[in-house]
């Protein structure tokens, strides 16, 4: 197993020893942080996960305050990492990728946790954050599509699954600057990048185990896909019934 691998597995050891010692000692007697109390939960992003990942993230998290660091520049620390993420999955670096997303995913988080806890809520921060997620996503699915460009069957899955990916925050955002709720739907981008999030740093031991690591890595771009496909149709038909039935009183 050469470097990379041996990288990759202490990492992937490491966060499932947390994760069994959280969920024995901790998760049991820990009351849930007022953050996974207020979002929606799904199966996927359910209130385990997001507790087990606060409780990672909390001590680097006072650090940060301590420091002054700005919300806006943990947002663009977390761009950069989706951006190389999209170039590791365009060149086959499954492993690699998805712990990018990882850490793209966990700046998303902290960048709100900052401001909160700053008291800092401006318009134009919430702005620059959504406008860096899709950018930064688009790059995520970028990389796919050109690591699966001369397979037409999983070329037209991505597509498709980064295509309602965006009706699925569009369909929010419009919602919203409407003044109807946009919410509807079990399968948001914090379910996206959990499923990227196990799905990629684990295919390189599955395809030592298996000689099929694509496999993981497949089953991870259909779940995502059929996911936020369910999302776009019920969000979108929803919404408009919704404001359809203010318009008919």
């Not at 966060?15 to 979002?39: C, D, G, M, N």
């Not at 950018?135 to 990389?143: H, R």
């Not at 925050?169 to 981008?189: K, M, P, T, V, W």
């Not at 038909?237 to 039935?245: F, K, P, W």
Request: proline share 4%; aromatic share 16%.
């Amino acid at each position: 197993m050469n470097a990379d691998l041996w990288v990759l597995l202490v990492a992937n050891l490491i966060i499932i020893s947390l994760s069994i010692y959280f969920a024995i000692f901790v998760y049991p007697h820990r009351p849930w942080t007022e953050e996974t109390i207020k979002r929606p939960r799904s199966f996927v992003s359910n209130a385990y996960f997001r507790e087990f990942w606060y409780f990672i993230m909390d001590p680097l998290k006072k650090k940060l305050i301590e420091w002054d660091v700005q919300p806006n520049s943990i947002t663009v620390i977390g761009f950069v990492f989706s951006l190389i993420a999209g170039f590791a999955f365009a060149f086959g670096k499954f492993g690699f990728g998805g712990w990018l997303v990882i850490l793209s995913a966990t700046c998303d988080v902290y960048d709100g946790q900052l401001a909160r806890a700053k008291k800092l809520m401006p318009k134009s921060g919430a702005y620059f954050d959504s406008v860096l997620d899709r950018v930064g996503e688009a790059f995520i699915f970028g990389g796919l599509l050109w690591f699966f460009r001369n397979e037409p069957l999983w070329f037209l899955i991505i597509v498709t699954a980064s295509a309602a990916s965006q009706i699925v925050s569009y369909a929010r955002a419009r919602a919203e600057g409407l003044g109807f709720g946009g919410s509807r739907g079990f399968f948001q981008r914090a379910e996206r990048m959990i499923v990227l999030s196990i799905g990629m740093p684990l295919s390189p031991f599955f395809h030592l185990l298996t000689g099929h690591g694509d496999w993981l890595v497949k089953t991870s771009i259909l779940f995502i896909s059929v996911g936020s496909i369910q999302t776009a149709l019920s969000r979108s038909v929803g919404i408009y019934r919704e404001i359809r039935a203010t318009e008919k009183t």
